[in-house]
């Protein structure tokens, strides 16, 4: 549409969104189309809503196999880029969670799938000195028999690692790398049994003819200390 609005075009999409739009087709309901370069397309500016939301989206109850919101790019372009962005700007704001999910099915929460033979699935940058609640925080105060964190698929290892904790700061004391704590009180604790910590390994060698020189060790502790 033109900026001074002669065709009545920005009107007529007001009165739309006003009136609301209910029809059945096989079109979308609102194309917005921008061939410049730098501008946005859309922008909403919200300076005065306090307790309402700025974007609702409801009453989808009737998708099957359809998304509610869908965010698709297939730009070639090799620059340093996000396609989403959620930013919490106002230092102030300590009670705002920048995410919110939650799954009242049996689903999965959240999904990522990563195709690229490089780069992180998932990269957390925290800059908290003293957060001892954790960067990384799981609260499964309702498992019993399950699994809270389950690292699986690992076939095709061969001279990768699992699990890596490093550090290499000259300023640790008493500060611990790994620390792994089981501790109960009360009058009907259960009868422990079994290990807190249990590493194990089993290879089985099913070839016809030969065999397998294995040469290594279940655990291995190493202590350097150079002065």
């Known amino acids: 549409y033109a900026a001074n609005d002669t065709s009545g075009q920005?009107?007529?999409?007001?009165?739309?969104?006003?009136?609301?739009?209910?029809?059945v087709g096989?079109?979308?309901?609102?194309?917005?189309?921008?061939?410049?370069?730098?501008?946005?397309?859309?922008?909403?500016?919200?300076?005065t809503p306090t307790t309402g939301n700025i974007v609702q989206i409801s009453d989808a109850d009737a998708l099957t196999t359809g998304k509610i919101l869908n965010l698709v790019s297939n730009a070639s372009g090799t620059g340093t880029r996000t396609l989403v962005q959620l930013t919490n700007d106002n230092t102030a704001a300590t009670g705002a969670t920048l995410l919110g999910v939650q799954q009242d099915s049996t689903g999965n929460s959240v999904f990522l799938d990563h195709n690229g033979i490089t780069g992180k699935a998932l990269y957390i940058d925290s800059e908290g000195t003293t957060q001892t609640g954790g960067v990384i925080d799981l609260d499964a105060a309702v498992l019993t028999t399950g699994t809270a964190l389950d690292i699986g698929g690992?076939?095709?290892?061969?001279?990768?690692?699992?699990?890596?904790?490093?550090?290499?700061?000259?300023?640790?004391?008493?500060?611990?790398?790994?620390?792994?704590?089981?501790?109960?009180?009360?009058?009907?604790?259960?009868?422990?049994?079994?290990?807190?910590?249990?590493?194990a390994a089993s290879l089985t060698d099913t070839r016809v003819t030969g065999t397998t020189a294995h040469d290594y060790d279940l655990l291995s502790l190493t202590r350097t200390t150079v002065q």
């Not at 007529?12 to 029809?23: D, E, H, I, S």
């Open 154 to 199: 690992l076939n095709a290892l061969t001279t990768g690692k699992g699990i890596v904790v490093e550090g290499t700061g000259t300023a640790l004391t008493s500060g611990q790398l790994v620390d792994v704590d089981f501790t109960a009180s009360g009058a009907s604790i259960g009868a422990k049994t079994s290990s807190l910590v249990d590493i």
């Open 26 to 47: 096989g079109t979308a309901d609102l194309v917005l189309v921008r061939t410049g370069a730098a501008n946005n397309l859309l922008t909403i500016t919200a300076a």
């Open 10 to 23: 920005i009107a007529g999409f007001v009165n739309a969104l006003q009136q609301g739009v209910n029809r």
